[in-house]
């Protein structure tokens, strides 16, 4: 689990020169993770970084320790967590707007998603892949679907689509991940 200490490190990293300004924060990050363990495509720290930050290339060729000894650990757990049948938690801020960070979460959850959706699409039935999407997809704020923008504008329907994420979750890491 990390501590408040490696979330500040990880946000120091995201939010420094020259990406900064276009990069995730902790909630994006964390979802970001969450895609890479949940979907059929394990990303390297190396490519969670550049979902993260937007950069093409790497600072100094290289992934800071800090942030790749941090994605590690949080892969770990949620590994760890979907494998003993736990649903995922996903990160609230100590502070601030809880809908705000969810919109963070599912945004770097659905940009992975979206670089990757033919492998997700190829290795199981589309139709439940959206399906169990629709919560994360809905909830990113990066569609401008009138039906989206309904449900985010609605307290109630937003409240049940984000209930509903841990277990899409851990329908999608089953549907991946499953022994046949």
């Known amino acids: 689990m990390l501590t408040n200490s490696d979330v500040e490190a990880l946000e120091d990293i995201l939010f420094a020169d020259p990406w900064g300004d276009d990069a995730l924060d902790f909630f994006g990050l964390?979802?970001?993770?969450?895609?890479?363990?949940?979907g059929p495509v394990s990303l390297a720290a190396e490519d969670i970084f550049r979902l993260a930050t937007g950069?093409?290339?790497?600072?100094?060729g290289e992934v800071p320790e800090t942030?790749?000894?941090c994605v590690n650990q949080l892969t770990r757990d949620m590994v760890q967590a979907l494998d003993m049948g736990q649903p995922l938690e996903l990160p609230e801020p100590e502070d601030g707007d809880p809908m705000n960070a969810l919109e963070n979460w599912c945004a770097g959850f659905v940009d992975t998603f979206l670089e990757h959706e033919e492998?997700?699409?190829?290795?199981?039935?589309?139709?439940e892949v959206a399906d169990?999407?629709?919560?994360?997809l809905t909830l990113s704020g990066l569609f401008e679907d009138e039906d989206f923008e309904n449900v985010r504008n609605d307290s109630a329907l937003s409240d049940r689509m984000a209930e509903a994420i841990p277990d899409s979750l851990t329908d999608l890491y089953l549907l991946f991940h499953a022994p046949d």
């Open 30 to 38: 964390h979802g970001v993770v969450c895609a890479s363990v949940i």
């Open 55 to 60: 950069v093409d290339a790497l600072p100094n």
């Open 67 to 69: 942030f790749t000894r």
């Open 119 to 127: 492998s997700w699409l190829k290795v199981a039935d589309e139709e």
């Open 132 to 136: 169990l999407m629709v919560p994360m």
